[in-house]
Structure formats: structure tokens, C-alpha cells
């Protein structure tokens, strides 16, 4: 005689083992901006506003999903014979990764 409390076991058994194995799976997309552009000084400089000054090239920074240019400014450097290394983005997975300007 067949007995079913173990088969009606084996075939709960079986389909839970079935159903986790589809389950737990989700998509999340998210918008990626496109590359910002090539960094492109529009206007004039002017003058520096006395001696030593050095000027910092303005940058692309991205604004929720836009791009919007930062000006360039006047600055003195922090201590003698110091370089001005100016801010970029790189292209980091899905995304881009943005490395602040700093004085060298």
C-alpha cells in the first residue's frame, strides 16, 4: 500500500526548494547622466588681482542629471612653488567618480 504523508512531504519539500530558487531576484535601474563635456573656459580671466595669484580653471559638475559648468576664480596658492591640480570626473562602472581640485 502506498503511503502518502511521505510523498505529500517529498512534494512540499520539492516545491519550496523550487520556489526559493526563482524567488529573491530584482531589478533596480537607475539613470545614468551622460559623459560630461570636454572642459571648455567660455569668457575672459581677466587680470590676476595682484602678484602670485594662480587661476583655477572652472569644471563640469553634475546637478541631479545635467551638467552645469563652474567658473573659473583667482586664488593664491597656500605656500611657495605649490600647483594647482584641477578637478575631473572618470568613468567609474556605471557612473562617473569626481576627484576634487587640491594644491600640490
Do not use: T
Not at 17 to 40: F, H, L, M, N, T
Not at 88 to 99: A, L, N
Amino acid at each position: 500500500m502506498f503511503n502518502l504523508k511521505p510523498a505529500l512531504a517529498s512534494a512540499v519539500l520539492f516545491g519550496a526548494i523550487s520556489a526559493v530558487g526563482c524567488g529573491g531576484y530584482a531589478y533596480y535601474g537607475y539613470r545614468v547622466a551622460p559623459p560630461p563635456p570636454p572642459p571648455v573656459e567660455v569668457g575672459v580671466m581677466g587680470y590676476a588681482p595682484g602678484p602670485g595669484y594662480v587661476w583655477i580653471g572652472g569644471f563640469y559638475d553634475l546637478r541631479g542629471d545635467r551638467w552645469e559648468w563652474r567658473r573659473g576664480y583667482w586664488a593664491q596658492p597656500p605656500r611657495p612653488r605649490a600647483v594647482w591640480v584641477r578637478p575631473y570626473w572618470e568613468r567609474h562602472g556605471h557612473g562617473y567618480r569626481f576627484h576634487r581640485g587640491y594644491w600640490r
